[in-house]
C-alpha cells in the first residue's frame, strides 16, 4: 500500500532472531498490525499495539513503535521454520473506518 | 466454529459470467470489510459496511456489488468477470478495538 511500506524479503537462520521493519505515513494512525499469512491460507492477527504506546511484548514477538519517525517493527525470537510466512503490518485510522496493509515481507527461515 | 466464514474457497468461472461469494461471522461484530488480494499479495480494501450500511466504497467498477442482508452477512456479488478480477478476495470483521478478523480467502480464477 503507498501509505503503509515494508522491505519485500527476509532471510533468517533458525534460532535467530527476526526483525521485520513497516513505516507508514499518517500520524493519526490509532492502531498499529500484525498479520501473519502462510501459503494458501488467510491472515492471522498476530499482534498490535495502540498508538500512544512504543513497546509491546507477547512471547517470541516484541513490538517497538517510533512515532516520531512513525517506524513500526516486530521482532521474532528464536525463529523457527514454521515461522516462515508473509508478514503484514497494517494502520487503522478510525476517520475512515478502515485497515491499509503494507506490501507484506516475505520471511523464509533456514534450517 | 469459525468465527469468519466465506464459501466457496474456490471459484473457476469463464470471463462474462456472473459469480457471488459469501461471508459470514458468527461473532457480533457491527463491521465487516471485503479485501482484494492480488498476485503479487498486495491486500486492498474493497467495501466496509457497518450494521448492514455502506461505509466505505472504494474505487472498484460498479460491477462489483456488495450486498449485506443482515450484520452477520456480507456478500460480494460480481457482475461480467473479467480476466483481472482473477484474485483471492478476504471477507473480515472487526471488533470495537479494531482488531480484523479474516476469513479463509475464496481464490476467484477467471478463464
Known amino acids: 500500500g503507498e501509505d503503509v511500506e515494508q522491505s519485500l524479503f527476509l532471510s533468517v537462520r533458525e534460532g535467530d532472531s527476526s526483525v521485520i521493519n513497516c513505516t507508514y505515513t499518517d500520524s493519526s494512525s490509532t492502531y498499529l498490525y500484525w498479520y501473519k499469512q502462510e501459503p494458501g491460507a488467510g491472515l492471522q492477527l498476530l499482534t498490535y499495539?495502540?498508538?500512544?504506546?512504543d513497546m509491546k511484548q507477547d512471547q517470541r514477538l516484541t513490538v517497538l513503535l517510533n512515532k516520531k519517525d512513525k517506524h513500526l517493527s516486530l521482532r521474532i525470537a528464536d525463529t523457527q521454520t514454521g515461522d516462515s510466512a508473509i508478514y503484514f503490518c497494517a494502520e487503522y485510522k478510525a476517520a475512515g473506518n478502515k485497515l491499509t496493509f503494507g506490501g507484506g515481507t516475505r520471511v523464509l527461515v533456514k534450517p | 466454529d469459525t468465527a469468519v466464514s466465506q464459501t466457496p474457497k474456490y471459484l473457476v468461472t469463464q470471463m462474462g459470467n456472473d459469480k457471488s461469494i459469501k461471508c459470514e461471522q458468527n461473532?457480533?461484530?457491527?463491521?465487516m470489510y471485503w479485501y482484494k488480494q492480488d498476485s503479487k499479495k498486495f491486500l486492498k480494501i474493497m467495501f466496509s459496511?457497518?450494521?448492514?450500511?455502506?461505509?466505505i466504497n472504494e474505487t472498484v467498477p460498479n460491477r462489483f456489488s456488495p450486498k449485506s442482508p443482515d450484520k452477520a452477512h456480507l456478500n460480494l456479488h460480481i457482475n461480467s468477470l473479467e480476466l483481472g478480477d482473477s484474485a483471492v478476495y478476504f471477507c473480515?470483521?472487526?471488533?470495537?478495538?479494531?482488531?480484523?478478523?479474516f476469513g479463509e480467502g475464496s481464490r476467484l480464477t477467471v478463464l
Open positions: 459496511y457497518n450494521n448492514k450500511e455502506l461505509i
Open positions: 473480515a470483521s472487526r471488533t470495537g478495538d479494531g482488531e480484523l478478523f
Open positions: 461473532l457480533g461484530h457491527d463491521t
Open positions: 499495539i495502540f498508538s500512544n504506546m
